[in-house]
C-alpha cells in the first residue's frame, strides 16, 4: 500500500489539528489507546493531491451541470455533477496515494484576489472517537460536514483555518500564514443505521459527544477529517467560492474499494495491539 510516513497529532481546544511531517501520508500506524482507551488516537491517513475543480455537486445538485459554486476536488478525478458511487468506483482513478481509495472529497473553492487557489494536497483522516469499535462506513454513503450558507463563525470543532500547528493561529477567518495555509473539516462519526443519504445531506448522521453515539444514531463509524493544505495567502483578501470566509464546508461519497477500506479499519481503527501486523 506504498510507503510509511510519520504523522503528528496536536489537540487544539475540543478540535483536532492533524498533520503529516513528510507532507502527505498514505497510511499510518495506529496510535495506541483512543477515547477511553487511555488517551491518544486510533487513526490512518490517506495522502491525496488535488484533482480538478468544477462548478458542479453531485450531492446537492445531482445531475445539474454548473448549478453549484465552484467546487475543489480530491480523490477520485472523474467527480462531476452526474457521478455515483457506482460510477466513481468503476473509474477506478484517483489523485490518492492509496489506489483503493477512489472516494470522493471536494470543498469549496479558495478564491484570492478573484484567482482560484490550488491546494497543495488533502490529507483524510479517518479517526477513531468512539468508545467502542466502528464500522466502516458503508458502501455509497453520502455526507456534508459544514454550512455553505454560513456568514459568521461556525463550531470550530466542525471546521476553521489554521497555520499548520501553530495553534494561535487557530481561527474562524483566514490567519495571515508564513508558509503554508489548512482548513480543516471535521466530519460526524455517527450513522443511523438506514439511509446512505438524507434530504439535508446530515441528519442521517451525528456527532459523538465524550466517546458515545446518540440512540438516534446508533451504528458507530470512523469520523472523517480534512485537512487542505494551501499555500499563505492574502489574508484580507481570500474568499471561498460559497461566500466569505466563514462557509468552510467539505463533501464526502464513499467510493472506496470497500474490501480495502473494511480492512483498513479493522486493522487500524479496532485492533487493539500495535504494529504493521
Not at 490518492?96 to 479558495?110: G, K, M, N, Q, S
Not at 470497500?258 to 473494511?262: G, I, K, R, V
Given at each position: 500500500m506504498g510507503r510509511w510516513f510519520t504523522v503528528v497529532v496536536?489537540?487544539?481546544?475540543?478540535?483536532?489539528?492533524?498533520?503529516?511531517?513528510?507532507g502527505a501520508a498514505t497510511r499510518t500506524e495506529a496510535n495506541r489507546g483512543g477515547p477511553g482507551h487511555g488517551g491518544g488516537l486510533r487513526y490512518f491517513a490517506i495522502g491525496c493531491g488535488f484533482s480538478h475543480s468544477n462548478m458542479d455537486d453531485a450531492i446537492v445538485f445531482p445531475g445539474q451541470v454548473g448549478r453549484s459554486h465552484d467546487h475543489t476536488y480530491f480523490g477520485n478525478r472523474t467527480t462531476n455533477a452526474a457521478s455515483t458511487p457506482?460510477?466513481?468506483?468503476?473509474?477506478?482513478?484517483?489523485?490518492?496515494?492509496?489506489?483503493?481509495?477512489?472516494?470522493?472529497?471536494?470543498?469549496?473553492?479558495?478564491f484570492n484576489s478573484g484567482n482560484a487557489v490550488q491546494p497543495v494536497g488533502v490529507t483524510a483522516y479517518y479517526i477513531r472517537r468512539t468508545n467502542d469499535p466502528v464500522q466502516a462506513f458503508p458502501a455509497g454513503l453520502k455526507m456534508i460536514a459544514g454550512t455553505a450558507t454560513a456568514r459568521a463563525a461556525q463550531d470550530q470543532r466542525i471546521t476553521f483555518w489554521s497555520c499548520g500547528l501553530r495553534r494561535s493561529s487557530v481561527s474562524s477567518t483566514i490567519p495571515s500564514c508564513q508558509f503554508s495555509l489548512r482548513l480543516q473539516?471535521?466530519?460526524?462519526?455517527?450513522?443511523?443505521?438506514?439511509?446512505?443519504?438524507s434530504a439535508d445531506h446530515k441528519s442521517h448522521m451525528a456527532y459523538s459527544t465524550d466517546g458515545v453515539c446518540p440512540a438516534s444514531h446508533p451504528v458507530e463509524t470512523p469520523?472523517?477529517?480534512?485537512?487542505?493544505?494551501?499555500?499563505?495567502?492574502?489574508?484580507?483578501?481570500?474568499?471561498?467560492?460559497?461566500?466569505?470566509?466563514?462557509?468552510?464546508?467539505?463533501?464526502f461519497v464513499n467510493a472506496w474499494n470497500?474490501?480495502?477500506?473494511?480492512r483498513l479499519v479493522t486493522r487500524y481503527l479496532n485492533r487493539t495491539g500495535r504494529g504493521r501486523g
Open positions: 496536536a489537540l487544539v481546544g475540543a478540535a483536532v489539528t492533524i498533520t503529516t511531517a513528510a457506482e460510477s466513481l468506483r468503476a473509474a477506478g482513478r484517483t489523485s490518492c496515494r492509496l489506489r483503493a481509495d477512489t472516494a470522493a472529497y471536494w470543498v469549496p473553492t479558495l473539516v471535521n466530519f460526524p462519526n455517527c450513522w443511523n443505521g438506514t439511509q446512505l443519504d469520523a472523517l477529517t480534512l485537512v487542505v493544505r494551501y499555500p499563505a495567502v492574502a489574508a484580507a483578501t481570500a474568499e471561498l467560492a460559497s461566500g466569505t470566509q466563514f462557509s468552510g464546508h467539505a463533501d470497500q474490501n480495502t477500506l473494511e
